[in-house]
């Protein structure tokens, strides 16, 4: 795991991009592709995997399991930031299906907890189906391996109505994710030319590297000071645990929570829908990032009277579909 995430952490840094999906220029990837099989989304409801989900859309695909202790959780968060930032386009301009890679275990109920711990824009759709149906699928995306751990970490970015698909990483930039997801949609890359610098992120510079640790691998589900995201909000955690118990578990929380815990159990309790990843990290990068959090917030607590009140990120009620007239959403009712 550790090799994973050091490679994923130096593709990101190194500023991974998209590539084509498919060699040559016209993509293979038609109607005739993709099969038009039934799949299940997470609110229960049938859908025809071509026809329904992917024809005539801009799409951003991602693979998935619930029980994925690492990769899929830091995944899914980076692809809710990118949500968060792509607004009521989402479900209407632009569509996320993430895809269950272990549909044996990740039935609609399991799949619609999953979802709540970080959206709720009904243009994101986490999908199920017959383990056979979800097979034949996502081996048409590369998915093959039948090692649930080795399925595939990029996530897909298409135009079916122009043929063009692409593969990228949700680990570089949120907001060049964000370039790129738009540039698909001629409306979304016509508005995106006239405005200049919307939603641009700060350029990662090393100061230390707790804080170049923390931006790319926690700031998906944690803040330091501005409240609870996926995960609770990290603002003077160093003093409420002791260092040992943190770099503990920053390192391995799976194993506090196997070893009975009590801290972490309840933890986990308060956050049902997704855990705390295991992230591969070293003693030397756990110590790190606790000097990190540790000095994030001294500067809160100093910017404290100055700073502007930002509400918490919550994704049940922070909801751009909710503030929008118009139901932002054209999945079909089924028939
Ligand atoms: C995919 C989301 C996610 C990512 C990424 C993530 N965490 Fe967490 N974290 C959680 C959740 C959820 C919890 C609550 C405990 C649980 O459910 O396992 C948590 C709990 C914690 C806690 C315990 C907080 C407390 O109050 O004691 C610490 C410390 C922590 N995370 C640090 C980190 C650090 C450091 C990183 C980056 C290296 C990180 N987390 C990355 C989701 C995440």
Same mark, same amino acid.
């Given at each position: ?24 220029? +016209? ?11 039934? !799949? ?18 801009? !799409? ?16 899914? /968060?980076?692809? /809710? $930031? ?32 999953? /979802? ?60 060049? $994710? ?67 118990? $943190? ?15 009590? !801290? ?38 100093? +910017? ?32």
């Amino acid at each position: 795991m550790l090799t994973i995430f050091r490679a994923l952490l130096l593709a990101a840094l190194l500023g991974a991009g998209w590539g084509p999906a498919a060699a040559g220029s +016209a993509s293979p990837w038609g109607g005739n592709y993709f099969p038009n099989l039934p !799949v299940v989304t997470q609110d229960g409801k049938t859908l025809r995997f071509y026809d329904d989900v992917i024809k005539g859309k801009v !799409v951003v695909i991602s693979f998935i399991y619930t029980s994925c202790p690492d990769v899929c959780p830091l995944t899914t /968060a980076r692809l /809710a $930031l990118a949500a968060d930032q792509l607004g009521d386009t989402l479900g209407r301009d632009v569509f996320f299906v993430s895809m269950t890679v272990d549909p044996e275990t990740d039935t609609p109920a399991r799949l619609k907890t999953y /979802a709540e711990a970080f959206t709720s824009n009904p243009g994101w759709l986490f999908l199920t189906g017959k383990p056979e149906d979800m097979r034949a699928i996502n081996s048409k995306f590369g998915n093959r391996s039948p090692l649930l751990a080795e399925h595939k970490m990029e996530i897909v970015l298409g135009n079916d109505a122009t043929g063009d698909w692409q593969r990228g990483t949700p680990f570089g930039e949120i907001a060049s $994710l964000v370039f790129d997801i738009r540039g698909m949609s001629p409306r979304l890359s016509a508005a995106q030319a006239s405005a200049n610098s919307d939603g641009n992120e700060p350029v990662i510079i090393s100061r230390n590297p707790g804080e170049t640790l923390f931006r790319k691998l926690c700031t998906p589900c944690h803040t330091v000071g501005v409240g609870n995201r996926v995960g609770p909000d990290l603002f003077g955690v160093a003093s409420r645990r002791t260092p040992d118990w $943190l770099a503990s578990f920053i390192m391995s929380p799976g194993k506090m929570r196997r070893s009975g815990d009590p !801290v972490a159990l309840a933890l986990d309790k308060k956050f049902p829908g997704v855990k705390m990843p295991e992230l591969g990290l070293s003693a030397n990068d756990a110590n790190d990032l606790i000097v990190y959090l540790k000095a994030a917030t001294e500067r809160v607590e100093a +910017a404290k009277d100055s700073l502007p009140a930002i509400p918490p990120h919550d994704p049940k009620t922070h909801t751009h579909a909710k503030a929008s007239a118009a139901p932002v959403t054209n999945w079909p009712d089924p028939p």
